[in-house]
C-alpha cells in the first residue's frame, strides 16, 4: 500500500490535486490519498505516526506558516524515505526548492502528463529505496514490520510469531504466505520456521544459531537449501 499526503492550504487546489493524482497513478497500484490543509495538519499527520511514501507539497503558504520547503526540511529529511513532489505557481520557485531533496517541481495549473511523469519518479525512487516490509494482522489492525528488525518467523498451530529485535507479535497466518512477501534474505530451515540470513551466527547440519544466541532447527530436507541461501547471501555481502 502507497500513502499519498498531498499539502495545500487552498481548499480547492487541494481537491484539484488529488482529482489528478487518483487519475494519474498506474492502474491497480494499491494506495491512499490523504488531504492536509496546511503545515499543521500535515505537522499533525506525521506526528500521528503515519508514513507519507510520496508527498505532494505547494510551496508557498499562508502569511505566518512555514513554506512547504520548511516542512519537508523539518518532517522529511533524507533518511525518511518520503519522495517530496513540489507544487508553485510560481516558476522562480523551481530553484529555490533545490534547498531539499526531491523528485520533481510542477507548475500550477499542473499539467497531467507531467504529474504522470513526477509520480511514476517517485514510485521507482521508492521501488529502490524503501525497506522491505511485511504485512500482518495482529487483532483487529495492520502492521508493517520492516524485514531487516526480524529474526526469524515460527508457525505453531495456526499461528506465526514473527520474533523481532526486542519484540514478539502473533497473527493467524501461513508461514508461506508470510515468506512470500520477505526478500530473498529470509531463508525456510524447517517446515515450522524462516530465518533472516543476517541474523546467522553458525550453521550445521540440525541447527542454526543466530547472532543473540538463540538456536532453531534445520530439518533435513532444508539443509542444502539453507547453506546454499547462506552462502550465495554472504557472497553478496562481500
Excluded at 499519498?4 to 491512499?32: F, K, N, R
Amino acid at each position: 500500500m502507497i500513502t499519498i499526503a498531498i499539502c495545500d492550504d487552498d481548499t480547492h487546489s487541494l481537491s484539484c490535486i488529488h482529482e489528478l493524482v487518483e487519475q494519474a497513478l498506474p492502474e491497480g497500484l494499491p494506495h491512499v490519498i490523504i488531504d492536509a490543509c496546511g503545515p499543521q495538519e500535515l505537522h499533525d499527520l506525521v506526528c500521528a505516526g503515519t508514513q507519507v511514501d510520496v508527498l505532494l507539497c505547494d510551496v508557498i503558504m499562508q502569511e505566518g506558516q512555514p513554506t512547504g520547503i520548511q516542512m519537508v526540511s523539518q518532517l522529511f529529511p533524507p533518511e525518511s524515505g518520503t519522495q517530496v513532489i513540489y507544487v508553485s505557481g510560481y516558476l522562480q520557485q523551481a530553484l529555490e526548492v533545490y534547498v531539499t531533496k526531491h523528485v520533481y517541481f510542477l507548475l500550477k495549473p499542473i499539467d497531467p502528463e507531467r504529474l504522470a511523469d513526477a509520480l511514476n519518479r517517485a514510485l521507482a525512487q521508492l521501488s529502490r529505496t524503501r525497506p522491505a516490509m511485511l504485512r500482518i494482522k495482529v487483532g483487529h489492525k495492520e502492521q508493517l514490520i520492516n524485514a531487516s528488525s526480524i529474526l526469524y518467523l515460527e508457525s505453531r498451530l495456526h499461528k506465526v510469531i514473527v520474533h523481532c529485535l526486542g519484540r514478539e507479535m502473533e497473527t493467524y497466518a501461513k508461514l508461506d504466505d508470510l515468506q512470500r512477501q520477505l526478500p530473498s534474505t529470509f531463508s525456510r530451515c524447517h517446515r515450522s520456521f524462516v530465518v533472516n540470513l543476517a541474523a546467522v551466527s553458525s550453521l550445521d547440519e540440525s541447527e542454526v544459531t543466530l547472532h543473540d544466541g538463540t538456536r532453531l532447527p534445520v530439518s533435513r530436507r532444508r539443509a542444502h537449501e539453507l547453506q546454499h541461501d547462506l552462502l550465495m547471501y554472504l557472497a553478496s555481502r562481500s
